[in-house]
C-alpha cells in the first residue's frame, strides 16, 4: 500500500514539474548552471541525506522515535515530526517518507500541515502554510532563492529551488496540505528536471 500511495505522488509531481519545466526557460537555465557547477548536496533534514540506505535510515528514525524527535505518522504510512510555532507561524506536522531506489533514498516526498486546521478558520488553509513552509525551507536550506512557476493555464503553481544537485519543490495539495520533495537531480532523466 505504501508503494502504491508513493507512486501515484510521484507520479503526479513528476507530470506537475514536467507542465512547469517545459514552459519555464528560467527554471531550465536554473537547474542546467547549477548542474554544472558540480557541487553535491545531500542533506535534508534530522540527520538524513539522500543516497541514505534503507536500514540506516530506519534504524536512524528508531533511535529518534525513541528519543521523542519524531513518531508514527497517521496510518503507519509516515514518520511525523512536529513543527512549532518558532518554525512556522502555527505549530504543524511534517509527514515525510523517503522513496528508496536500489536501497538508497533517492526522493524525499513531504507533506505539512497546521495542527490547528479547521475548514472554518482560513488561517490555517494551505495557501498561509504555503508561505510559512517556503520561508523554514529557506532558512534551513540557504542558497538560491525559490522561484514561481505557473502552467500556461494558471491552475497549476509550484514554488522550486535549485542548488547544485538537489531540487526543492513546494505546492498546495487541497485546502489544508502542503506538499513538497527533495530530489537529487542528477538521479532523473532529462526530460522530467
Known sequence: MKLK????ITSVLLILITIYACNNNEYNNLVESEL???ITYDSLFLGISLDMGKKDFYTHCWEMNKKGFIRQGPNNLSVQY???????RHSGFMHFYPEFEENKISMMPMQFTYEAF???????YSSSLLLDVKNMLERWYGGNDFIYLE???GNKSLWVKVDGNRRIRIFKKGIRIVAA??????K???DEK
Not at 500511495?5 to 501515484?8: E, R
Not at 479547521?118 to 490555517?124: C, E, F, K, R
Request: charged letters at 30%; zero cysteines.
Open 5 to 8: 500511495y508513493l507512486s501515484q
Open 181 to 186: 520533495d527533495i530530489m537529487d537531480l542528477r
Open 36 to 38: 554544472k557547477k558540480n
Open 151 to 153: 502552467n500556461e493555464q
Open 118 to 124: 479547521t475548514p472554518t478558520d482560513s488561517t490555517y
Open 82 to 88: 512536529a513543527i512549532d510555532s518558532g518554525e512556522l
Open 188 to 190: 532523473i532523466k532529462s
